[in-house]
């Protein structure tokens, strides 16, 4: 098991550039979804910037197999949550699903780490399984940001019993740019009678 000091050093934290997002309700990563999404709570840990530490850190979350980074990110947010009481509104953490081919691919999922630890944190359940993606697409970073705003809708289903009815669902992943696969995740889940959404991601990278 890594130590914080090990997975970043405590200067390089000390440069981290966080948002302060949960603390004000009218954030930028809530105001991405006015007028797509009715969320409940939205916000994101870092600012993420070209050639910034976060970049490089994502970078190694997402393709190097770094998953320390996102229970490092899951640790350091939990406690923000829990302060403000936000940790008792939510009834469980849903991670964005990779599609399994690309899940194969990777080994991993990205936001895994991250949901996990909040969710033990917040000492509420993991569910990796409620939220499925239908179909293999191509990499974010690949598309430009017009092809960002344009996810396919029906991408995701929500799996769902009858057990889910009711629940406030915290949606996590690694980063948000546009919000469009966010916003679809988002809007499966609003399929399940009464339920309501959430979304916390590690970094904010502006669009």
């Given amino acids: ?58 970078h190694n979350l997402k393709y190097k197999g770094a998953e320390e980074i996102g229970t490092l990110f899951g640790n350091l947010y939990y406690t923000e949550l829990n302060e403000i009481h936000l940790a008792e509104k939510f009834d469980a953490v849903i991670p964005v699903p990779l599609h399994k081919k690309r899940l194969r691919e990777r080994g991993y999922n990205q936001a895994t780490p991250f949901g996990t630890t909040l969710a033990k944190g917040l000492n509420i359940p993991f569910n990796d399984t409620l939220l499925i993606r239908k179909h293999y697409s191509k990499t974010q ?29 915290l949606l996590v992943d690694d980063v948000i740019t ?30």
């Fill in 141 to 169: 970073t690949k598309k430009n940001l017009l092809g960002r705003t344009e996810i396919d809708t029906t991408l995701f289903e929500a799996n769902f019993s009858e057990n889910d009815c009711g629940k406030h669902f």
């Fill in 178 to 207: 546009s919000g469009a696969t966010l916003e679809a995740c988002g809007k499966a889940l609003l399929k399940i009678p009464n339920a309501k959404v959430s979304i916390i991601t590690i970094a904010f990278a502006h669009s």
């Fill in 1 to 58: 098991m890594l130590t914080n000091e090990e997975v970043i050093c405590s200067a390089c934290r000390h440069d981290l550039p966080f948002t302060n997002h949960h603390s004000v309700k009218n954030n930028e990563t809530f105001k991405k979804f006015y007028g797509r999404l009715p969320v409940e709570h939205a916000s994101s840990i870092v600012y993420f910037h070209k050639k910034g530490i976060v970049q490089q850190l994502i």
